[in-house]
């Protein structure tokens, strides 16, 4: 199972901030923070990931609470190409080489509508 | 620097029959992932290869199998298929030196099972 929670639909204006919450109340101390996003029928597409500092790339920012059980993905300036589905994914740091190789273990993610 | 590519993109097969989807990894990566993904639903993890070798499998039957070759591609087997088995089937390449490995997606290969 998932052990990440968060909200099944969002709707975000064109050029407006998206800010998608994640909750992961469960994470341990080597665990990263990922995120992914699927574009419809698309492979998902890596956006970034975090340990317990936040982290900016080209795409996005990633704001992870204090205690670390939650975490929020920004995209800055959202545009009609940033309609997708957002994925939240706990991970190990280190997976081990013989246990499950760091699967990466997909709940539902939170569908992002992005309107004119 | 290449991206990972998957093919074919669309088939189609009966139930019974037997199929094998095929997966290039992108450059310098070591390690090849495959997941299935049904219609509506987040990927499910099937199994990892990491030089050469099954590194982990999710809770799939043995009827799915798969291959990594010297050049780290990757083929993944599927016999006596179901209509259950319809779904978007999903590699995604990593590179492992210890420490985390970030995966990449292809764009995914689409099995219809009539």
Known sequence: DAKTTQPTSMDCAEGRAANLPCNHSTISGNEYVYWYRQIHSQGPQYIIHGLKNNETNEMASLIITEDRKSSTLILPHATLR???VYYCIVRVASPPVYNQGGKLIFGQGTELSVKP | ????????????????????????????????????QALG??????????????????NFPPRFSGLQFPNYSSELNVNALELDDSALYLCASSLRLGGTDTQYFGPGTRLTVL
């Open chain 2, 41 to 58: 639903q987040g990927p499910q993890f099937i199994f990892q290869y990491y030089r050469e070798e099954e590194n982990g499998r999710g």
């Open chain 2, 1 to 36: 620097e290449t991206g990972v590519t998957q093919s074919p993109t669309h088939l189609i097969k009966t139930r019974g029959q037997q199929v094998t989807l095929r997966c290039s990894s992108q450059s310098g990566h070591n390690t090849v992932s495959w997941y299935q």
């Open chain 1, 82 to 84: 940033d309609t997708a």
